[in-house]
C-alpha cells in the first residue's frame, strides 16, 4: 500500500501519541538492542531511543522509511519487510504500535520476530484486535458492494486467542493479552472523510466520488455526536518472551 505521509503527519498523528502507552509497556533501558517493527515517520522509534536503547526501525514501505529518516537522521532506518527478516539472535526486545494488522502472513512475521530476540528477550506490541472498525468496515462494504463485488479486506485483526497460539508455536510465551475499545477521535468535521482517505483509499480508486460521502452520511449517526467524530478502534496488546 502506498501512504501519503503529509495526510499521515498532519491529522494521523494520533497513531503515535496513543501508541506512546505500548513504549511505556516496553520500558526500553539504556544499552538494549530493540527493534521497532511497522515503524512508520519513526516517532516512536525516536521516544524509545530518548531511553539510551540502541533502535533500528524497519517498514516495508519506502515512503515511511523516507520519512522517518527525513524527520530523524540520527536514527536507523531500513527498508524491509518483516515477513523476510534475517535478524537473527539480536535484539533485546521487539517493539511494534499499529502495524501487525497490516501484516498478513502472521506466522512469518512472528516466525522472524522470535528468531531475531535473543532468549529472554520480549516482544511488546499493540495492533488492531477482533472486532476493530468494524462500524466503518461495515458502511464502506455497504456502500462499496452496490458497485462492485467487495475486493478481499487488506488487514488482519485477530482475537486473543488466535495471535496468542501463533506467538506460542513460535517460542514466545505470552505474559499478557488484552482486547480493549479504544475509540479515536478524529480531527475536525472532515475528520471521517480525512481517515478514509488516508487508510481506505483503495476502496474507492474505481468509483464515483459520491460514494465516500455516502459512507461518511452513514456513519455520522453512528460515530459522531457532539464531540466530533470516533473510529471504532479495538486494540490487541501483549507482551511475549522467548524462550
Ligand atoms: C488501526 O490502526 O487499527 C487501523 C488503521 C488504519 C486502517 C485500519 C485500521
Redesign the pocket.
Known amino acids: 500500500m502506498s501512504w501519503d505521509t503529509e495526510l499521515y503527519e498532519a491529522r494521523h498523528n494520533f497513531?503515535w501519541r496513543m501508541g506512546e502507552g505500548v513504549v511505556e509497556l516496553l520500558a526500553p533501558r539504556a544499552g538494549e538492542r530493540i527493534l521497532d517493527l511497522g515503524c512508520g515517520p519513526g516517532h516512536l522509534t525516536k521516544r524509545i531511543s530518548e531511553s539510551g536503547a540502541q533502535v533500528v526501525g524497519i517498514d516495508a514501505s519506502p515512503s515511511m522509511i523516507g520519512q522517518a529518516r527525513q524527520n530523524f537522521p540520527e536514527l536507523h532506518f531500513v527498508l524491509q519487510d518483516a515477513a523476510s527478516m534475517t535478524f537473527d539472535n539480536e535484539f533485546d526486545a521487539v517493539f511494534s504500535n499499529?502495524a501487525l494488522?497490516w501484516m498478513l502472513d502472521p506466522a512469518a512475521v512472528v516466525r522472524g520476530v522470535s528468531k531475531a530476540l535473543r532468549t529472554g528477550g520480549r516482544f511488546v506490541a499493540e495492533?488492531?484486535g477482533k472486532g476493530?472498525?468494524q462500524t466503518i468496515v461495515d458502511a464502506v462494504h455497504h456502500v462499496v458492494g452496490k458497485y462492485h463485488p467487495v475486493p478481499a479486506s487488506r488487514?488482519y485483526y485477530p482475537s486473543v486467542s488466535e495471535y496468542t497460539a501463533i506467538l506460542e508455536s513460535h517460542s514466545l510465551e505470552v505474559r499478557m493479552a488484552q482486547l480493549f475499545d479504544r475509540p479515536t477521535p478524529l480531527e475536525g468535521d472532515a475528520g471521517m472523510e480525512n481517515w478514509l482517505k488516508q487508510?481506505?483509499l483503495y476502496y474507492f480508486e474505481n468509483l464515483p466520488p459520491k460514494a465516500l460521502s455516502e459512507v461518511v452520511a452513514d456513519l455520522r449517526p453512528k460515530l459522531h455526536d457532539s464531540s466530533g467524530w470516533h473510529a471504532d478502534?479495538r486494540r490487541l496488546r501483549f507482551v511475549a518472551v522467548k524462550v
Do not use: C, L, W
Request: without cysteine.
Open positions: 497513531v499499529a494488522h495492533m488492531g476493530n472498525i488487514q487508510f481506505k478502534y
